[in-house]
C-alpha cells in the first residue's frame, strides 16, 4: 500500500525522513522486546525462569520477538505501508543471537566455548549487516511497498475483502507474524550452539557451518551486486530483458538460494551440540525457509517476470530456478 493511502492520509515523507521513521519503529521494538524479555526474566517463573529451566532465553526470546514484531507492526499500520517490516527479517536475529551471548555470558551464567559462540555472532551478523545494508541501497523509502504487498492487498480486494481483512489477515498475520515464526524457527540452532553446548570444543561440524554461513552470504552479495550493475547499465534495448551477468547465469534466484543456504549452515554449526529436543525443531526451521522460497517466493517472481519480460519463459527452462549449475548455464 502506497504512503497516500494510508490510514493516516499525508504526504510521503522524503527517503531520509522515511529511514528515521524506520530507524524510530526499530529503536521502540528493541525497547518493547527488551522491556517484555526483562519482565518475563524478573517475574514470568516457569518456563522463564532461568534459575530452573536452562531453555529460559529461548522461550523468553520468542515472546520478545513477538512483541517487537507487533510494535514493528504498528507502525506499518499507523503509515499504511508493511515495507515497514522488510528489513525485520535480518536486524531480529542479531538482536536475538546478541542477546544468546549475552544471557550465557553475563545475564545467566553458563559453561561455554568463547569461539563457538564468536563463530555465530560473526555469521549472523555478517549475513544480517549484509543483508540490511542491500535493502537501504535498494529502499526508495515510505513512498514505496513492495509490489507483492500491494498484489495481496489487490487480490483480497478483488475477493470482495475489505482493509480491515488485509491489515489483519494480510498484513499482520502473512508479513509480519509469519516470517518472524520460520525465522525463529531457523534461528533455534543459534540458540543451541551459544547456550546449550557447554564447553564443548569446536569441531569439523561448527567449522563447515559457519563456513556455510559465509559463502551463503558472499553469494547473496555478489548476486545482488550483479543485478544492480546489470540494471544500471539496462536500457530499453537491452537483450534479453533479464540479468543473465554471472550468477544469473546459472540460476534464476542466486540470491535466495543464498539465503537458503545460510540457514542450513547455521542447522549444520548446531550438529556438534545438538541435543535431544532440538533437533526437529532446528531441521523445521531451515526447511521451512527453504519451502516458503521454492513454493512462494519463486513461483511468484518468475510469474511476474513471464508477464514483464520477453523471453524469460525460455531463460527458465535453460536455468535452475535455485541452485546454481553449471551444466544449466543460460544460452541466448
Request: charged fraction near 15%; aromatic fraction near 16%.
Amino acid at each position: 500500500m502506497h504512503a497516500s493511502k494510508a490510514l493516516l492520509p499525508a504526504p510521503a515523507p522524503s527517503r531520509g525522513a522515511s529511514f528515521a521513521w524506520v530507524a524510530v519503529a526499530y529503536l521502540a521494538a528493541l525497547g518493547g522486546g527488551v522491556g517484555v524479555g526483562y519482565a518475563l526474566a524478573e517475574g514470568g517463573g516457569g518456563a522463564f525462569d532461568a534459575r530452573s529451566s536452562p531453555d529460559a532465553p529461548l522461550y523468553i526470546a520468542a515472546v520478545a520477538d513477538l512483541a517487537m514484531t507487533v510494535v514493528v507492526y504498528c507502525f506499518s499500520l499507523g503509515k499504511g505501508n508493511s515495507s515497514f517490516y522488510d528489513a525485520y527479517w535480518s536486524v531480529a536475529p542479531m538482536y536475538l543471537a546478541g542477546y544468546w551471548a549475552a544471557a550465557v555470558a553475563w545475564l545467566q551464567p553458563a559453561p561455554f566455548n568463547a569461539a563457538r559462540v564468536a563463530l555465530v555472532l560473526a555469521a549472523v551478523c555478517v549475513w544480517g549487516v549484509r543483508l540490511t545494508w542491500n535493502w537501504c541501497i535498494g529502499w526508495t523509502g515510505l513512498d514505496h511497498e513492495d509490489w507483492r504487498y500491494v498484489k495481496i492487498r489487490e487480490d483480497m480486494t478483488a475477493k470482495g475483502l475489505g482493509p480491515v481483512a488485509y491489515w489483519t489477515l494480510g498484513s499482520f498475520l502473512s508479513l509480519h507474524i509469519f516470517p518472524t515464526v520460520i525465522v525463529f524457527f531457523a534461528l533455534v540452532p543459534a540458540f543451541v550452539a551459544v547456550c546449550r553446548s557447554g564447553e564443548a570444543p569446536v569441531g569439523a561440524a561448527d567449522v563447515v557451518g559457519a563456513a556455510m554461513c559465509f559463502l551463503a552470504t558472499f553469494i547473496e552479495w555478489l548476486s545482488d551486486r550483479q543485478m544492480r550493475r546489470w540494471r544500471r547499465a539496462r536500457t530499453a534495448a537491452t537483450s534479453p530483458a533479464f540479468c543473465t551477468d554471472g550468477l544469473w547465469a546459472y540460476s534464476r534466484h542466486p540470491n535466495y538460494f543464498g539465503e537458503c543456504l545460510f540457514w542450513w549452515g547455521l542447522y549444520v554449526l548446531s550438529l556438534q551440540t545438538q541435543r535431544e529436543g532440538y533437533a526437529v525443531f532446528s531441521f523445521a526451521g531451515a526447511l521451512a525457509i527453504t519451502l516458503m522460497f521454492v513454493f512462494a517466493s519463486v513461483p511468484m517472481m518468475d510469474e511476474r517476470s513471464r508477464a514483464r519480460r520477453p523471453g524469460f519463459d525460455g531463460y527458465c527452462t535453460q536455468v535452475s530456478a535455485l541452485v546454481p549449475l553449471p551444466w544449466r548455464r543460460y544460452r541466448a
